[in-house]
């Protein structure tokens, strides 16, 4: 499968690939794993760190739009693995409930991997707002992994962003640590087991 890999915010392309290296190794030279240097760069021109967008709502559309440029250019990917803002931008992309959001490219994606995720933000009737479970139920619908550490301050939108995945085809796996990928071979490991039994879910059982 071909993955797009979308980093933290005040990080980077480079960064992401070693953070994610021992997870990729594991999960073995079958996958291509796609690193997305930059959608927009919100930090400094001397500094080579990069954010997909900032808190003004139009530079988070902004970000949707060329996101779904890329997919449309560079792809087509099977799934998305997303780090903390990556994974946030990644949620509200699949989740296609913003302005435009029905002319996307979305529906290409068959799988996502969410790593200390959040809830997308949605517009609806025009007033912008991040997804619950008990407004909006399973609005993101194909199989997702969500990896998340109960010692994480987002820890609980984390769990919320799984709530509002559907129910079958969820994998979800608590690495007890914080805001982070965590690179120890036990947790690795399990890492890989929930990430396999989706990638076997989108190939053989949806």
């Given at each position: 499968m071909r993955f797009l890999c979308l980093h933290g915010m005040g990080s980077n392309a480079r960064v992401f690939e070693v953070q994610t290296a021992p997870l990729r190794y594991k999960l073995g030279a079958t996958h291509q794993f796609e690193f997305v240097e930059e959608i927009k760069n919100l930090f400094p021109a001397d500094e080579d760190y990069y954010a997909y967008f900032n808190e003004e709502v139009e530079s988070f559309f902004?970000?949707?739009a060329d996101l779904d440029e890329y997919i449309r250019?560079?792809?087509?990917?099977?799934g998305i693995i997303g780090f903390s803002q990556g994974a946030l931008l990644a949620a509200t992309y699949l989740a296609h409930q913003?302005?435009?959001a029905e002319d996307t490219a979305y529906e290409s994606i068959k799988c996502a991997v969410f790593i200390c995720g959040s809830p997308p933000w949605q517009v609806i009737d025009g007033n912008?707002?991040?997804a619950k479970e008990g407004l909006d139920g399973?609005?993101?619908?194909i199989p997702t992994v969500h990896i998340y550490g109960s010692e994480d301050p987002?820890?609980?939108?984390?769990?919320?962003?799984?709530r509002i995945c559907r129910k079958q085809g969820r994998g979800q796996l608590d690495h007890e640590g914080g805001h982070e990928i965590p690179r120890s071979a036990e947790s690795t490991a399990r890492m890989v087991w929930v990430i396999e039994d989706i990638i076997y879910r989108t190939l053989f059982v949806q």
């Open positions: 902004s970000a949707l250019t560079e792809g087509p990917f099977d913003y302005p435009g912008a707002r991040t399973d609005i993101i619908r987002g820890y609980e939108q984390s769990l919320e962003l799984s």
